[in-house]
T-cell receptor
Framework: GQQLNQSPQSMFIQEGEDVSMNCTSSSIFNTWLWYKQDPGEGPVLLIALYKAGELTSNGRLTAQFGITRKDSFLNISASIPSDVGIYFCAGQLPRRNQGGKLIFGQGTELSVKP | SAVISQKPSRDICQRGTSLTIQCQVDSQVTMMFWYRQQPGQSLTLIATANQGSEATYESGFVIDKFPISRPNLTFSTLTVSNMSPEDSSIYLC??????????????FGPGTRLTVL
């Protein structure tokens, strides 16, 4: 089945530093989504990417849809303590023959030291 | 985004019993999904629940263990049957914003944290 490889698995950074994480796949996706999950909560959608090569920002977050449609990265600039959490990438399969299902990466756990 | 609520938010259950989890959305949606998140793990899709038809289960998940209802466009239930400690997980429902839109984003409920003793 399809798998997403997300890295790094965890990061420990100082407040103010920039963060970068990425996902790669052997499969092509139509859509890439990035979520953040806080402890005891459901994942919250941060950024959605729909087109190969697309670069999208949401405040301090920037994400790109890889040109091959098999990868994506998420950058967080000038990290702050509330950025702490687990970040998941998700690739969406074609709806026509695979139901538009989401395949999730393993997650990147971010810790920020004040 | 849709407002999604789940009940219960958490529960502790005995082995062999069953628990039904409810998911309520504040607007009509075509596609609803149920996921499992085992401790420290990522999300795994259990099944897709469309109104008016039987749920479609992913490999490794069966209807007898995880029966799903979808009586209308704003509500769904997932039952975890004959529970064992291995079923201890967070169970999440999600909805797709609009099936007919070119861009389909999934939004998640807060999850139900289940512990089986």
């Amino acid at each position: 089945g399809q798998q997403l490889n997300q890295s790094p698995q965890s990061m420990f950074i100082q407040e103010g530093e920039d963060v970068s994480m990425n996902c790669t796949s052997s499969s092509i996706f139509n859509t890439w989504l990035w979520y953040k999950q806080d402890p005891g909560e459901g994942p919250v959608l941060l950024i959605a990417l729909y087109k190969a090569g697309e670069l999208t920002s949401n405040g301090r977050l920037t994400a790109q849809f890889g040109i091959t449609r098999k990868d994506s990265f998420l950058n967080i600039s000038a990290s702050i303590p509330s950025d702490v959490g687990i970040y998941f990438c998700a690739g969406q399969l074609p709806r026509r023959n695979q139901g538009g299902k989401l395949i999730f990466g393993q997650g990147t756990e971010l810790s920020v030291k004040p | 985004s849709a407002v999604i609520s789940q009940k219960p938010s958490r529960d502790i259950c005995q082995r062999g019993t069953s628990l039904t989890i409810q998911c309520q959305v504040d607007s009509q949606v075509t596609m609803m999904f149920w996921y499992r998140q085992q401790p420290g793990q990522s999300l795994t899709l259990i099944a897709t629940a469309n109104q008016g038809s039987e749920a479609t289960y992913e490999s490794g998940f069966v209807i007898d263990k995880f029966p799903i209802s979808r009586p209308n466009l704003t509500f769904s239930t997932l039952t975890v049957s004959n529970m064992s400690p291995e079923d201890s997980s967070i169970y999440l429902c999600s909805v797709e914003r609009d099936y007919l839109m070119a861009h389909n984003e999934q939004f998640f409920g807060p999850g139900t944290r289940l512990t089986v003793l």
